[in-house]
């Protein structure tokens, strides 16, 4: 006997900043041929605008200076819940950077080629959360970016 279909189980819808995420690394990976490994486990939260927005825009930056500027092959895109906070977090096999390097001087007047790493921070910022970044020469470059819990969950309202 078959199930009527009201009562079989469907596939609960993921949440927002999850399809988001799934749809920049696939993206990611069809323009650039960069294979992402990804583990985006976000508890089917419910983020504010502010804080999606944040949460995607860091990925977009991250995933820009990976293909501007890395030279990697892999690259792993992580989001995931702690007791207190999200943590996003892109890392790559590429070059990565001397953290001890002068800026680079062959930039035109007024070109800030950390303009986008300057606007993840803000951004972070802005809800309270902080900006790590890891990196070596010739051993690639992590970008962690930290959310307090309070700062990007949409408070629900019960009727």
């Not at 804080?51 to 995933?63: G, I, M, N, P, V």
Request: hydrophobic residues 40%.
């Amino acid at each position: 006997m078959c199930a009527p279909r009201a009562l079989r189980a469907r596939p609960r819808p993921k949440p927002a900043a999850t399809r988001r995420h799934h749809w920049l690394a696939n993206d990611f990976t069809n323009r650039y041929g960069i294979a992402i490994e990804r583990r985006i486990e976000t508890n089917d939260a419910a983020f504010t605008n502010d804080a999606a927005t944040a949460l995607f825009r860091s990925a977009q930056e991250a995933l820009t200076n990976v293909a501007r500027h890395a030279n990697a092959t892999a690259v792993e895109l992580t989001l995931h819940m702690t007791s207190r906070h999200y943590v996003l977090r892109i890392a790559d096999n590429g070059r990565g950077a001397d953290r001890h390097a002068r800026p680079d001087t062959s930039a035109s007047p007024g070109e800030d080629k950390s303009f986008g790493l300057i606007g993840v921070r803000e951004r972070a910022y802005m809800l309270g959360g902080s900006v790590q970044i890891d990196t070596a020469a010739n051993e690639g470059f992590a970008l962690t970016v930290t959310f307090p819990l309070q700062a990007v969950q949409q408070e629900h309202s019960h009727p």
